[in-house]
């Protein structure tokens, strides 16, 4: 029996009696029949060249240095422990297991060219040259997911350069385009140089030569075109206080309205977008025309301004100011207009408001009476049942209650009536026959057959009254019925030919 101490790099691996499996420990007693030997976890660099082909069929080496180790946990440790120590051959390994032995590289190494040669046959090579952090990740994802089975870990990939095969040149021959082209772009950019050089010392010539008649021309414009800006900073900050304002007040009404039901919602907006686009419609229209006209007067005060000579000064200078006064009353008076529109838009937009509300109070009122109204109703048919069922506790029951009841509203005596009308207006058939014996006949052998014989007139004039169906001539004729004979005689006659047959009156 001995006891073992790992150094700190390594871990115990024992076998044998007591141990199902494996028992990965930094120290611990070995027993008789228990076997100890010790795996190291200490990284090791692997460098491979890789041949690979792209997506385009070019062929490309890869050089690349991975360090790999075992994962210092105990499922991974059991995994390494498992599957990786000892020789190819199953043979066990004497000292300390290292993690790169000969078939651990060689399985390693299979694993990492079957992983990149799959991502590089989907990528083509200008992907791989621009994206190559992106297929660096992705080859290490990959392995390290096939590594995982053997509790190896990749602790850092290093891939270089993409160098040509032997037999492929693509890289050389892409140094060589891109040297090129940096060459050929410096010369153009010289000869660029100097064409630009030779037409500025031209253009500042004739510029020296016409800012003298154009200086006094161009401070004119700038204190022009700084008024012009004074009043456009002006208006736009009146227009942004009004906007800012405008929306406070959306905000605050929406927040109140907010409770309130669809439709009226849905108007508001509607009445809205329809005020929105009929000031932004008017503002477009006043603003742009105000514009046209600035710059037109602009426009024609530059052209006179660069036409005319130092001799008509006054006149440009009176031009200028008139221009600029136009300018002014035009910018004012459409500010004046948009603030009016805005003003109508606004008191248009709080009337609908307002209307809006009025009528969302008149229908929650009358939705609270309706309620009310139900309840009370409710409320009375509700004692009204109570009532009856007591009722019906003193009648005897819910059938008492009922006969009370059809009493009280005199059922009984509008049913009588309705049945009364219903049979009022009838005009029954009604037939009396007689096929009795006679005094003194009983010892007649032939009563049966005559007793028979008797029966069948009535019967067949029986038939045809009720359904109007007549016998067969070869049976019997049946008397005809006249219209003049009334229907209250058909009684006395059939009794007459009944006792006529039986010879009786």
Request: neutral net charge.
């Given at each position: 029996m001995l006891y073992r101490v790992a150094e700190a790099n390594s871990y115990l691996v024992i076998t044998g009696a007591g141990i199902e499996k494996l028992r990965i420990r930094k120290k611990s007693w070995v027993y008789p029949f228990q076997k100890c030997m010790t795996i190291s976890i200490t990284p090791f660099d692997f460098t491979m060249s890789l041949q690979a082909m792209t997506k385009e069929k070019l062929k490309f080496s890869l050089p690349a240095v991975f360090t790999?180790?075992?994962?210092?946990?105990?499922?991974?440790?059991?995994?390494?422990?498992?599957?990786?120590?000892?020789?190819?051959?199953?043979?066990?390994?004497?000292?300390?297991v290292?993690?790169?032995?000969?078939?651990?590289?060689?399985?390693?190494?299979g694993i990492i060219e079957g992983e990149t040669r799959s991502i590089v046959s989907r990528m083509t090579m200008e992907e791989l040259f621009n994206d190559r952090?992106?297929?660096?990740?992705e080859v290490i994802r990959n392995v390290q997911d096939e590594l995982d089975q053997f509790g190896l870990k990749i602790y850092n990939a290093n891939v270089k350069e993409l160098q040509d095969t032997e037999d492929s040149k693509y890289f050389s021959y892409?140094?060589?385009?891109?040297?090129?082209?940096?060459?050929?772009q410096a010369k153009v950019d010289i000869a660029d140089a100097r064409m630009r050089g030779e037409i500025g010392e031209a253009e500042k010539q004739g510029q020296q030569k016409q800012s003298v008649a154009q200086i006094h021309a161009r401070t004119a414009v700038a204190e022009t075109e700084r008024k012009k800006e004074k009043a456009s900073a002006e208006a736009s900050l009146k227009k942004r206080e009004i906007e800012i304002a405008r929306e406070l007040n959306l905000e605050q009404i929406e927040a109140q309205r907010a409770a309130e039901s669809r439709d009226t919602e849905l108007q508001k907006n509607v009445e809205q977008k329809r005020a929105d686009m009929e000031l932004e419609r008017l503002r477009a229209t006043t603003v742009t025309q105000a514009k046209i006209s600035r710059e037109s007067a602009q426009q024609k005060a530059d052209a006179d301004l660069y036409i005319q000579t130092k001799s008509a000064d006054g006149e440009k200078y009176n031009q200028q100011a008139e221009a600029e006064a136009t300018s002014y009353r035009t910018a004012k008076d459409a500010d004046a207009d948009y603030y009016k529109l805005t003003k109508a838009a606004e008191a248009s937009?709080?009337?609908?408001?307002?209307?809006?509300q009025a009528n969302f109070i008149f229908r929650e009122r009358e939705a609270e009476a309706t309620y009310i109204a139900k309840k009370k109703e409710a409320a009375g048919i509700m004692e009204m049942s109570k009532a009856y069922g007591a009722l019906a506790d003193v009648l005897g029951g819910p059938q008492g209650l009922m006969q009370?009841?059809?009493?009280?509203?005199?059922?009984?005596?509008?049913?009588?009536n309705a049945n009364a009308k219903a049979i009022n207006g009838l005009q029954p058939k009604i037939n009396v026959w007689n096929t009795g014996a006679q005094d003194g006949a009983g010892a007649d052998p032939t009563a049966?057959?005559?007793?028979?014989f008797q029966c069948l007139p009535p019967l067949l004039s029986t038939i045809q009254d009720q359904?109007?169906?007549?016998?067969?001539?070869?049976?019997?004729?049946?008397?005809?019925?006249?219209?003049s004979q009334a229907p209250d005689s058909q009684v006395t006659k059939r009794q007459q030919l009944s006792n006529g047959i039986n010879g009786h009156k």
């Open positions: 790999i180790g075992p994962k210092d946990n105990d499922e991974s440790l059991t995994s390494y422990a498992s599957l990786l120590t000892g020789h190819s051959d199953g043979s066990p390994q004497k000292g300390v290292g993690a790169g032995g000969n078939h651990v590289q060689d399985i390693v190494k952090q992106m297929f660096k990740t892409l140094g060589k385009k891109a040297h090129e082209g940096a060459s050929n937009l709080i009337a609908k408001e307002k209307e809006a009370y009841l059809m009493l009280q509203n005199n059922q009984y005596e509008k049913l009588a049966p057959i005559r007793n028979l359904t109007g169906m007549a016998p067969p001539a070869w049976l019997a004729q049946m008397p005809q019925q006249t219209e």
